[in-house]
């Protein structure tokens, strides 16, 4: 049985990093849609029957905290794939040149944020 190589290791983990930065911004995209239903569903509950809006808003709130978590984790999972990528690659790659991938990096906390400002919003109305 044949190894494989370090080179088709480390093109993998690229794109798993890749696929993996992509589902991150599909999840952000998700949740702020669902937050624009759950709101529009509110709305017209709010008119209906109160009791009702409560329940959305509940969702709303589990919903901001769920993805809040999905995202801490698929940041853990990209620095696991990049640290890695960074071994494969050695101290003399072109493409991490060195450079610290962290959980809570720049993005992460950018889009931590976001799910922040949503479960603000939900606690508004």
């Not at 080179?7 to 983990?13: K, N, R």
């Not at 709130?61 to 809040?68: H, K, N, R």
């Not at 991490?96 to 939900?122: E, H, S």
Request: charge should be positive.
């Amino acid at each position: 049985m044949s190894t494989i190589t370090t080179d088709v290791q480390f093109s993998e983990l690229m794109n798993q990093l890749r696929h993996l930065g992509a589902i991150r911004f599909v999840m952000l995209g998700i949740c702020v849609a669902l937050t624009v239903g759950i709101l529009a569903s509110n709305y017209f509950l709010n008119q209906v029957c109160v009791s009702d809006a409560n329940y959305m808003r509940a969702i709303g709130i589990v919903a901001a905290f769920l993805f809040a978590g999905f995202e801490v984790v698929a940041s853990y999972r990209y620095k696991k794939f990049a640290d890695r990528a960074m071994v494969l690659e050695g101290s003399d790659g072109v493409v991490f040149c060195g450079q610290k991938v962290r959980v809570l990096g720049p993005v992460t906390l950018g889009t931590l944020a976001v799910y922040g400002l949503i479960f603000l919003i939900w606690l508004s109305f």
